[in-house]
């Protein structure tokens, strides 16, 4: 999937982004951006964000993200602590700055976060602190002109839409049902719901409970993925050839699912049908119980990785992984996101 070019000028630029990047504002985090050259700006590549460090656990924090850095490479990178009046980041931030130095990385911005206003820890006065750049700043609006979407507020909101919600009992008993009826549930059929219910722009609620959980039951239809693999391989295109894609599944998914990038020279998504189908996938996996919810979750791992959306797809893997630690996708899908592998290296 091509990403589309903001060139971001300065470190400020950077910290106006840095929520759309993670899809939700940080807090009590360590965030790495790295950056290429590209013209007079630069390309943002891998974003990591970590828990802040407790005191005493920079070191260990620092070589964590060690190995994800090496595999890309990077020209330069900014660092950003998010913290509180308590702990401001400050040694995090200069801890990881020394590693990146050490590993030829140049340091463009080491910033510092606390209650919506930050400083550089290069700035000669320590005591000038600067309100965060807020929606409106010049690369916030392009980078949510370019996603089609905006940030949820924080970490634990994100995780929230991920979770079983309302609906999730109900369409457990109904794929309970399914899986007790030989022949029901084909890879044809699965196409056909998964169409309905990823381009259809009304409300997931109202859809039966019966079809949503047809759409979850197909993705292991007839006792194989072949559904799961082509929906993950349809969505994110460039990632799984079509000619390697089961020919029923992909007969359905060009049926059903018509996307546009399929047809496109390039095979480049548009960010709004991009960000469209994700929203759609969290919602899905929201209206099902953990069982059920791993094949969902896992296509969206995948997907959200795939578009350069690691939070959602760490929140997806998360809660794949606790329900079926041995789902061996998911589990794979784990170690790339949780290694910083750039989707093209998969």
């Known amino acids: 999937m091509s990403a589309a070019v903001i060139c971001l000028s300065s470190p400020v630029d950077v910290l106006s982004v840095v929520p759309h990047l993670l899809g939700f504002h940080p807090s009590q985090s360590l965030v790495l951006v790295c950056l290429t050259s590209h013209g007079k700006g630069a390309r943002v590549g891998l974003v990591a964000r970590m828990d802040l460090p407790a005191e005493g656990q920079a070191d260990a924090a620092a070589d964590a993200l060690l190995p994800a850095l090496a595999r890309e490479d990077p020209d330069a990178a900014v660092v950003i602590a998010y913290g509180t009046p308590v702990d401001e980041g400050t040694v995090a931030v200069e801890v990881l700055s020394g590693a990146l130095s050490e590993v030829g990385v140049q340091v463009r911005g080491r910033l510092v976060v606390v209650e919506g206003r930050w400083q550089s820890l290069d700035s000669p006065d320590r005591h000038d602190w600067t309100v965060v750049p807020g929606p409106d700043a010049a690369a ?207």
Not at 170 to 179: F, K, T
């Open 140 to 346: 916030s609006l392009e980078f949510a002109v370019v996603a089609g979407s905006a940030p949820v507020a924080s970490r634990s909101v994100l995780e929230g839409r991920c979770a079983a919600g309302a609906r999730a009992d109900a369409v457990g008993r109904e794929c309970a049902r399914l899986d007790r009826v030989h022949g029901e549930v084909t890879v044809e059929r699965g196409a056909a719901v998964w169409g309905r219910l990823l381009l259809d722009r009304a409300d997931l609620a109202g859809f039966p409970d019966a079809t949503v959980a047809l759409a979850a039951v197909s993705l292991h239809a007839g006792g194989t993925p072949a559904l799961r693999d082509a929906l993950a391989g349809w969505l994110t295109p460039g990632v799984l050839p079509a000619h390697e894609m089961h020919p029923v599944a992909l007969a359905g998914l060009r049926e059903h699912l018509p996307l546009p990038w399929w047809d496109s020279p390039r095979g480049q998504a548009d960010p709004a049908t991009a960000a469209h189908l994700l929203d759609r996938l969290i919602q899905v996996a929201g209206c099902l119980p953990d069982p059920y919810a791993v094949p969902v979750l896992t296509v969206l791992g995948h997907t959200a990785w795939n578009q350069g959306n690691g939070a959602v797809a760490r929140v997806a893997l998360d809660r794949a992984r606790a329900a079926d630690p041995a789902y061996y996708l998911a589990a794979l899908l784990d170690r790339v996101v949780t290694e910083g592998m750039r989707p093209r290296a998969m």
